[in-house]
């Protein structure tokens, strides 16, 4: 039997021992979702389809600005991991230290930017008058620990490079238990509509910043402690320049989003709106799996590239391709077939909404045929320290693909255009996936 507290970077990996190993990972992306999942059931049912929509209008902006701890993190953890695999621990250190200062600080910007930004934001992609009011409450609270969430996303990769995923783990259901039981008093028991998600969120959002700091700033038996900062201006442009992708695929997707919402509310209105938030809601766990499986996978293969381990490289290419293809395929089948009563749990209250919802995500769910490939070989170039190839992968699959399909196809198609939309762009995306990975398998050893 495997012991799954005693797997390491440097292992080699079997099926059993990766699964064991990116787990952890899987389940934090999980749940993060399940807990915003329940934000969305608590807001629909007990305050209204309307401020359920401004919710999902809302969430992109925090999106745009909230990534740039994500690209800091993903970026910085392919270069600590390499230094690892390269047996520099104090620069792996330093570089943990340098990044984690840099997110704190430029949370801090981004925060007072959005509280700015907010209401033009807003006004742009068009929102009925009765939602705005939701909007702002909702932006406003939010505004005040975007710093947190930042940091969330910076520590949620960076747990699996110091080899403590399940630590992330249980502090991702930490955050979870806080925002669901504060859901529940703010919102059911006290009324406190959109604000008490917007607190209950903010709340959970300090204990997902907080706590990893005090954690990584004490004594531990990870490989990564907060301490003095190597202060490298290159090192700091080398992470952001390879967490690229993450940053042109969040903000390209919440842009996009926020096209979706406007061609909806063109097309259907309101209802059109709240039925693609429950379409994303439904799918938030599917897309959580490969998040979450690539998170975990990227900091082995920055290890094993850099210690030049090619063996293990393909090995962990090979089944990886196997295991996200052949999970995307089981997800579409779910969507399929439990469309219903999952929109049902939802906006079962409305049988119109209900009808348009699992329509719409049954042509959405073609979306699991390829975008598990398209996630994983970006996620793989960035860990590979080559961020120009994966923003390039990142650029062509949301900015190209996607916006092209949701502006063209309901032109032609309406509404079913924009369901449409994200399979499209998707398997349009697999070309220079599918190119990239062939041209530069040599120089990387991961494959022959």
Known sequence: MIRKDRIQLSDHFTYGKLFWFVLPTIANMIFLSLYGIVDGLFISNFVGKVAFAAVNVTFPIFSVLGVFGLMIGTGGSAIIGKRLGEQKPEEANGYFSFFVFVCMALGIVMAVVGAFILRPAIGLIGVEPEM???????????????????????????????????????????????????????????????????????????????????????????????????????????????????????????????????????????????????????????????AGYNMGIQPLFSYHYGADDRDELKNLFRKSIMLVEGGGLVMLALLVIFARPLVSVFVGYD???????????????????????????????????????????????????????????????????????AAVAEAGSIIPVILFTVKLRKRYGYAD
């Open 132 to 290: 705005v009011r939701h909007c702002m409450v909702y932006g406003l609270i939010g505004m005040i620990t975007l710093p947190c969430y930042m940091l969330q996303h910076l520590f949620q990769i960076l747990f699996v490079t110091a080899e403590k995923p399940r630590l992330g783990f249980w502090i991702t259901v930490m955050t979870g238990v806080t925002n669901i039981v504060l859901d529940f008093i703010l919102i059911v028991l006290l009324d406190w509509g959109v604000a008490g998600a917007a607190v209950a969120t903010s709340f959970s959002e300090l204990i997902g910043g907080i706590v990893p700091i005090i954690y990584f700033a004490r004594p531990n038996d990870s490989l990564l402690r907060l301490g003095r900062p190597r202060v490298e201006y290159r090192a700091l442009g080398k992470a952001c320049s390879n967490g690229m992708s993450e940053l042109v695929s969040t903000v390209s997707e919440s842009v996009v989003t926020m096209l979706y919402n406007f061609q909806l509310l063109r097309i259907a209105g309101a209802d059109g709106v709240a039925a693609f938030g429950v379409m994303q809601y439904c799918t938030f766990i599917f897309f959580a799996i490969f």
């Open 351 to 421: 049988a119109d909404l209900v009808d348009m919802a699992v329509h719409g995500i049954r042509i959405y769910a073609l979306i699991f045929i390829t975008c598990g490939l398209n996630i994983f070989t970006t996620g793989m170039f960035t860990a590979l320290n080559n961020g120009a190839v994966s923003a390039f992968i990142a650029t062509v699959r949301v900015v190209i693909c996607e916006i092209g399909s949701v502006m063209i196809l309901p032109i032609f198609f309406g509404l079913n255009g924009i369901w449409f939309s």
